[in-house]
């Protein structure tokens, strides 16, 4: 596991298994609804990023953008709290390997995720 997954799971109180596939939807997510390059720069240079999305599987989010992200975590048994948690370390720990303007440029390119992290 990565430092980004112990993090996550340390901080969430919960599994790194679970840390790890939560970062991964998060991650999918990001990459499948945002339309900046942005995106692309953070996943690419997050140290785990890629091996949480691998663990996560393929996850499709079918067009029901941030409402389907919380059901594919609510199916991990994550509650509010745990996904707000997961977000702010997992935001924290891409802008110390990328930047905080970089990561700001991502979040905000996603529809409807700037609310939650």
Do not use: W, Y
């Not at 679970?18 to 499948?32: D, S």
């Not at 393929?58 to 594919?72: N, Q, R, T």
């Not at 745990?82 to 930047?99: D, L, P, S, W």
């Amino acid at each position: 596991m990565s430092q980004l997954t112990d993090r996550v799971a340390a901080a969430a109180d919960i599994s790194p298994d679970t840390a790890n596939q939560a970062i991964g939807h998060i991650l999918a997510f990001m990459r499948e609804e945002g339309d900046d390059q942005a995106v692309g720069e953070m996943i690419s240079k997050t140290p785990g990023a890629h091996e949480s999305i691998a663990a996560a599987g393929d996850p499709s989010f079918g067009g029901g953008g941030i409402m389907a992200l919380g059901g594919k975590l609510m199916g991990l048994g994550l509650d509010m709290g745990q996904m707000r948690t997961i977000a702010v370390e997992m935001v924290a720990e891409a802008k110390a390997a990328v930047g905080e303007e970089t990561v700001d440029r991502a979040i905000s390119s996603v529809p409807g995720l700037a609310q939650f992290v």
